[in-house]
């Protein structure tokens, strides 16, 4: 079993920044994949952005790439989400997870987050 707390979350004004931290407890951390998710009111759940077990390889959906980078810190059980130039359509519930595979589906992640809200304002 794999626990996980997101934080840092907020309100911000749009082209703001925001960080999130993920921080996760029981298994070793650097066996999982780590990735970022949210979903939209009344829609499924959205890949945002994803790092390998090492945080060598990184991935993001087009919607923040330039904007959004992940990182993780293996020593302390915890991945991050730096947002920037945050628009009112990044206002979302964002969720961490973990999985055993590199892969950006929310079917293929094992263990998630109770997420944090995010909330731009225009």
């Known amino acids: 079993q794999v626990q996980l707390v997101e934080s840092g979350g907020g309100l911000v004004q749009a082209g703001g920044s925001l960080r999130l931290s993920c921080a996760a407890s029981?298994?070793?951390?650097?066996?999982?994949?780590m990735g970022w998710f949210r979903q939209p009111p009344g829609k499924e759940r959205e890949f945002v952005a994803a790092i390998s077990w090492s945080g060598a390889s990184t991935f993001y959906a087009d919607s923040v790439k330039g904007r959004f980078t992940i990182s993780r810190d293996n020593a302390k059980n915890t991945v991050y989400l730096q947002m920037n130039s945050l628009k009112p359509g990044d206002t979302n519930v964002y969720y961490c997870?973990?999985?055993?595979?590199?892969?950006?589906?929310?079917?293929?992640?094992?263990?998630w987050g109770q997420g944090t809200q995010v909330t731009v304002s225009s």
């Open positions: 997870a973990a999985s055993v595979k590199l892969t950006i589906s929310p079917g293929g992640y094992d263990y």
């Open positions: 029981g298994r070793t951390f650097s066996g999982y994949v």
